[in-house]
């Protein structure tokens, strides 16, 4: 069973700073079905980089992912005032199917 | 408009059944793996069920395997998730959502509180 698990739980940074978010792996994968999610209070999820790297359609390429095998990371730059939310990673695998790290909160 | 869009939740009793469902729009949930993730009251983001294009596969977190089941009507568009035999610790946000072939959920729903509680 694979467990995320991100740092830091909560990063304070002010607007035009440089944001980085880890998600570290218990164990080590293969494969690249690592995605990233941001979500506002009262909001549903919204999906930011899905394949490690991957912007879904309409994401500023301010926000950027990367890694592999058991540490992946995304990274924010240039942060603006709507980019203060609660940011999620999450793997497909095989037990659990899908894992969800606890959540990193970027505050100002 | 592509959408998601759920209903159903509310207040129920430890022990009973729920049916939530999760109608789309602006695209056919046949051609897509669907599912569903909830969220607990100040808690973070956890896998439920997902279903197949075809409907012939579904999977399960364990935490709700054998009490809830995840089913389509294609006729509607429409996703369900029937929840039976219900705990406090079910208590949460219920999520619809779009899985894309990166096996990242791209489309939510604006979520269904469901309380449960006697």
């Known amino acids: 069973e694979i467990v995320l698990t991100q740092s830091p739980g909560t990063l304070s940074l002010s607007p035009g700073d440089t944001a980085t978010l880890s998600c570290r792996a218990s164990?080590?994968?293969?494969?690249?079905?690592l995605a990233w999610y941001q979500q506002k209070p009262g909001q549903a999820p919204r999906l930011l980089i899905s394949g490690v790297s991957s912007r879904a359609t309409g994401i500023p390429d301010r926000f950027s992912g990367s890694g592999s095998g058991t540490d992946f990371s995304l990274t924010i730059s240039r942060l603006e005032p709507e980019d203060f939310a609660v940011y999620y990673c999450?793997?497909?695998?095989?037990?659990?199917?899908?894992?969800f790290g606890q959540g990193t909160k970027l505050e100002i | 408009e592509v959408q998601l869009l759920e209903s159903g939740g509310g207040l129920i009793q430890p022990g009973g059944s729920l049916r939530l469902s999760c109608g789309a729009s602006?695209?056919?949930?046949?051609?897509?793996?669907m599912g569903w993730v909830r969220q607990a009251p100040g808690k973070g983001l956890e896998y439920v069920s997902t279903?197949?294009?075809?409907?012939?596969?579904?999977y399960y977190a364990d935490s709700v395997r054998g009490r809830f089941t995840i089913y389509r009507d294609n006729s509607k568009n429409t996703l369900f998730l029937q929840m039976n035999s219900v705990g406090a610790e079910d208590t949460a946000v219920y999520y619809c959502a779009r899985r894309q072939e990166l096996r990242a959920f791209d489309l939510w729903g604006q979520g269904t509180m469901v309380t449960v509680s006697s």
């Open positions: 999450q793997h497909y695998g095989s037990s659990p199917l899908y894992t």
């Open positions: 602006g695209f056919t949930i046949t051609s897509y793996v």
């Open positions: 164990q080590s994968f293969s494969t690249n079905f």
């Open positions: 279903i197949t294009g075809d409907s012939v596969h579904t």
